[in-house]
Nanobody, 115 residues
Framework: VQLQASGGGLVQAGGSLRLSCAAS????????VGWFRQAPGKEREFVAS?????GTTVYADSVKGRFTIFTKSTVYLQMNSLKPEDTAVYFC????????????WGQGTLVTVSS
């Protein structure tokens, strides 16, 4: 599965962005899709995930109440009330095992939040 993340950009603190993750040639049916991010000089961290069939979501504590992961033909990450510390390259990933072991990764999309 080839994944394509898009929607990144530059936004002021307090603003919003919506990222999308598309799978080439197929739907996400049967997959768990997650968003991760990696800030400069830091390790990659989990942001949110959703089970395509059923809609179960999980969020990192740092984004709860601000970010929403949802599906609508593809997978989106709605990011509200953005903070400078949200600045990172955001990646989407997919798991077909059902065990949150992400085997497929897309290229990242850069989100920059200015203060």
């Amino acid at each position: 599965v080839q994944l394509q993340a898009s929607g990144g950009g530059l936004v002021q603190a307090g603003g919003s962005l919506r990222l999308s993750c598309a799978a080439s040639g197929r739907t996400f049916s049967g997959y768990i899709v997650g968003w991760f991010r990696q800030a400069p000089g830091k390790e990659r961290e989990f942001v949110a995930s959703i089970v395509w069939n059923g809609g179960t979501t999980v969020y990192a504590d740092s984004v709860k109440g601000r970010f929403t992961i949802f599906t609508k033909s593809t997978v989106y990450l709605q990011m509200n009330s953005l903070k400078p510390e949200d600045t990172a390259v955001y990646f989407c990933a997919a798991d077909d095992s059902g065990n949150y072991k992400y085997k497929y990764w897309g290229q990242g999309t850069l989100v920059t939040v200015s203060s």
